[in-house]
């Protein structure tokens, strides 16, 4: 360990936001509406979940609770092949995603869509391709479970995480091809401004 510097923190150490501390309040009482808990349960998870400090005091709270995404919903898969693979403009959001950079690479685009999921879950394999995704202003990422393989890992977001919008969970490998995942570039805002002005 170099002088000076912290030990590493595991993740269930990290410090949670107050938008985290409320996503939980709030699949607290959809679970209390459907049933799944009752309402002296719902007080002492709701007094938990609202004194949280880390992920760890949060995370029990909920593991009896079944999945926010819907369990007939199947992970989406993208293989970038040969010829590469990409989603963009509108498309439905699921709370899985796994994608192969294949040979060809692959592009993830979520600017355009309307996602009102509170997490979304994707496992990052770079290949040879290598895998770009782009997420939209205000969503946060959470990387430290990225290993950066022999064409590295870039995060090129920003922390700060708007209310009501998904944290992208990035795991995997930036194998060969490498992995990048950012905000918009300004080509890309200066065309989302074009498409809202039609």
């Known amino acids: 360990m170099t002088a000076g510097l ?4 595991r993740h269930g150490d990290l410090r949670v936001s107050h938008d985290e501390r409320e996503a939980v309040v709030e699949r607290l009482n959809t679970a209390a509406a459907e049933g799944r808990i009752d309402l002296g349960e719902l007080d002492v998870r ?4 609202l004194n949280a400090k880390t ?3 949060l995370a029990p709270l909920t593991a009896d609770l079944p999945p926010d995404v819907p369990l007939n919903q199947e992970p989406l898969v993208l293989k970038g092949g040969m010829h590469g693979e990409s989603r963009t403009g509108r498309w439905e959001v699921p709370g899985r995603i796994t994608v192969y950079g ?3 690479s692959v592009k993830l685009d979520f600017t355009q869509t309307d996602c009102r999921l509170p997490e979304i879950q994707i496992e990052a394999q ?4 290598g895998i770009t995704i782009i997420i939209p202003d205000g969503w946060a990422a959470e990387t430290s479970r990225m290993d950066s393989g022999l064409g590295g890992f870039t995060n090129k977001t920003t922390p700060q995480r708007l209310p009501r919008t998904p944290l992208v969970r990035l795991t995997g490998s930036g194998g060969a091809g490498g992995v990048v995942i950012r905000h918009p570039n300004s080509w890309e805002r200066r065309k989302q401004r074009r498409l809202q002005e039609r």
Do not use: C, T
């Open 102 to 104: 294949g040979m060809g």
């Open 46 to 49: 709701l007094e938990l979940a």
């Open 6 to 9: 912290p030990e590493p923190v």
């Open 55 to 57: 992920y760890a005091d």
């Open 126 to 129: 770079g290949q040879m391709g």
